[in-house]
Each structure stands twice: as structure tokens, then as C-alpha cells.
């Protein structure tokens, strides 16, 4: 909570619904139907260390698949989603957007990722996405973020010793 608040989330996510690191990032409000309380996992964020980018690729089965959650959960991300729209209206023309924009390269097809705040001019070829793990800024909470707040846990409490962010999808599954 102290260290970075907007972390909190996307574990809560993980926890709650199995997702990995990637994809609690890579979810998107579209993609979350909380009457039916399910989301729809299309898609995970990476960083490319030959592109120096983050990237929006498939899961790593390159499947869609629905995830049910119960009650908790809709009420964490109900709360996010106001969270979210009071921090747009705070930060005005300073809050960012997400965009992609697709890129091909030896007959692959792939996305980067981009955020971009109100005063930016954003290229015609960009397409905005409404991410639900958010920075208080609107910026994306990156998968590399969350792998450091995983690591500072581990270090500073007890019985969490060498914990990382995929454990939290294996509790997940022994919940179950």
C-alpha cells in the first residue's frame, strides 16, 4: 500500500480471477462484464527487449478464454472504475490515454503500446485503449512494475520469501 498503491489492483485481480502478470495488465474495461461477472481475456502486455517497447500480444496459449468472478472482485473493480473516472477529472488534460497502433515486421503483426497525455498530439494511426490497471495519471501499471513490487514484498515481509506475481494464480487455483 505504501510502496505503490496502484499495484494493489492487478494483484487483487490475480488473486481473485488466475490471471498472469500480462494479462491482469493487458485487461481492458471492455473486456470486463460485471452483471454477468466474467472477463474476457484477449490479450497480454510484454516487453520486447529487441524493440525496446512493450508490446500488446496474444496470451500465452494465443486463446480467448472467460474467467468467472464473484462478488469481491466486482466490487474491487467497481470501486477502480470510479477511482478511475475522479482521477481523469483531477488531472484534466494532464491525464494520459493508452493507445496501440499495429506494426508489421517480417510478416508478423504486432502492437506497441503508447501513453499519451491530453496535451500530446496523438498519430493518426493510433487506437486508444481503456485499460483497467491504472497509474493515478492514467498511465498503464506495467508487468515490469508489478515484477518489483513483487520482489520489495518478498524482501520485506515475513513468510513471503521468494514470491513472485505468478504465485498469486496458483493460490487462485487452490482456492478453488
Given at each position: 500500500?505504501?510502496?505503490?498503491?496502484?499495484?494493489?489492483?492487478?494483484?487483487?485481480?490475480?488473486?481473485?480471477?488466475?490471471?498472469?502478470?500480462?494479462?491482469?495488465?493487458?485487461?481492458?474495461?471492455?473486456?470486463?462484464?460485471?452483471?454477468?461477472?466474467?472477463?474476457?481475456?484477449?490479450?497480454?502486455?510484454?516487453?520486447?527487449?529487441?524493440?525496446?517497447?512493450?508490446?500488446?500480444?496474444?496470451?500465452?496459449?494465443?486463446?480467448?478464454?472467460?474467467?468467472?468472478?464473484?462478488?469481491?472482485?466486482?466490487?474491487?473493480?467497481?470501486?477502480?472504475?470510479?477511482?478511475?473516472?475522479?482521477?481523469?477529472?483531477?488531472?484534466?488534460?494532464?491525464?494520459?490515454?493508452?493507445?496501440?497502433?499495429e506494426v508489421k515486421d517480417k510478416n508478423r503483426v504486432y502492437y506497441?503500446?503508447?501513453?499519451?497525455?491530453?496535451?500530446?498530439?496523438?498519430?493518426?494511426?493510433?487506437?486508444?485503449?481503456?485499460?483497467?490497471?491504472?497509474?493515478?495519471?492514467?498511465?498503464?501499471?506495467?508487468?515490469?512494475?508489478?515484477?518489483?513490487?513483487?520482489?520489495?514484498?518478498?524482501?520485506?515481509?515475513?513468510?513471503?520469501?521468494?514470491?513472485?506475481?505468478?504465485?498469486?494464480?496458483?493460490?487462485?487455483?487452490?482456492?478453488?
Open positions: 500500500q505504501d510502496y505503490n498503491p496502484p499495484a494493489i489492483l492487478p494483484i487483487q485481480i490475480a488473486y481473485y480471477a488466475g490471471l498472469r502478470i500480462g494479462e491482469a495488465c493487458g485487461l481492458a474495461w471492455q473486456d470486463v462484464n460485471l452483471e454477468e461477472q466474467c472477463l474476457t481475456i484477449r490479450r497480454s502486455i510484454r516487453y520486447d527487449g529487441s524493440r525496446h517497447k512493450n508490446i500488446i500480444g496474444p496470451t500465452k496459449r494465443k486463446k480467448v478464454r472467460i474467467v468467472d468472478f464473484g462478488d469481491t472482485l466486482a466490487e474491487i473493480l467497481r470501486n477502480a472504475r470510479k477511482e478511475q473516472l475522479k482521477n481523469r477529472m483531477q488531472y484534466g488534460e494532464l491525464y494520459h490515454k493508452n493507445y496501440y497502433r506497441e503500446f503508447y501513453h499519451l497525455d491530453g496535451t500530446e498530439n496523438v498519430p493518426e494511426d493510433y487506437k486508444e485503449i481503456s485499460f483497467v490497471c491504472l497509474r493515478p495519471d492514467g498511465s498503464l501499471e506495467l508487468p515490469s512494475t508489478l515484477g518489483i513490487v513483487c520482489r520489495k514484498i518478498a524482501q520485506k515481509l515475513d513468510g513471503f520469501e521468494g514470491f513472485h506475481f505468478h504465485q498469486l494464480r496458483h493460490t487462485y487455483t487452490s482456492n478453488l
